[in-house]
């Protein structure tokens, strides 16, 4: 089946049983987000996350431009080519673009729980 005939089934259904699309699409992504709770770098990343946040932030909520630097700073292009690139240089291995993902979803997922 094609992404059209896939899309079409999702449309006929969504018609027939009201709100079912949006509860297939909610399944989906938690399938999808299952995936990469269950990968060992994005693991990884989110235990050193955790511990990052003890040592490195306030017991505050982080701002939302905490947020964004810590996604420009662990998953942009530029940042991973550089650090592919020093770790090269050093004889050492990069970390994992799962792992960098795992690690901005923890530090942000325990930046917004935290409590002042």
Request: hydrophobic fraction near 45%; include cysteine.
């Given at each position: 089946m094609n992404y059209a005939e896939t899309a079409s089934v999702c449309t006929d259904v969504s018609l027939a049983v009201p709100g079912?699309?949006?509860?297939?699409r909610v399944i989906s992504t938690l399938h999808s987000l299952?995936?990469?709770?269950d990968h060992p770098e994005f693991q990884r990343g989110?235990?050193?996350a955790q511990e990052e946040f003890s040592s490195d932030y306030e017991a505050a909520p982080l701002t939302e431009e905490e947020m964004?630097?810590?996604?420009?700073?662990?998953?942009?292009r530029r940042v991973t080519?550089?650090?592919?690139?020093?770790?090269?240089?050093?004889?050492?291995?990069?970390s994992s673009y799962?792992?960098?993902?795992?690690?901005?979803?923890?530090?942000?997922?325990?930046?917004?729980?935290?409590?002042?």
């Open positions: 079912m699309f949006d509860q297939m299952s995936a990469l709770l989110l235990a050193g964004v630097n810590e996604v420009e700073m662990n998953l942009s080519e550089r650090d592919k690139e020093i770790s090269q240089f050093f004889g050492g291995t990069p799962l792992y960098n993902l795992g690690f901005v979803v923890g530090l942000i997922s325990t930046g917004l729980t935290c409590t002042r």
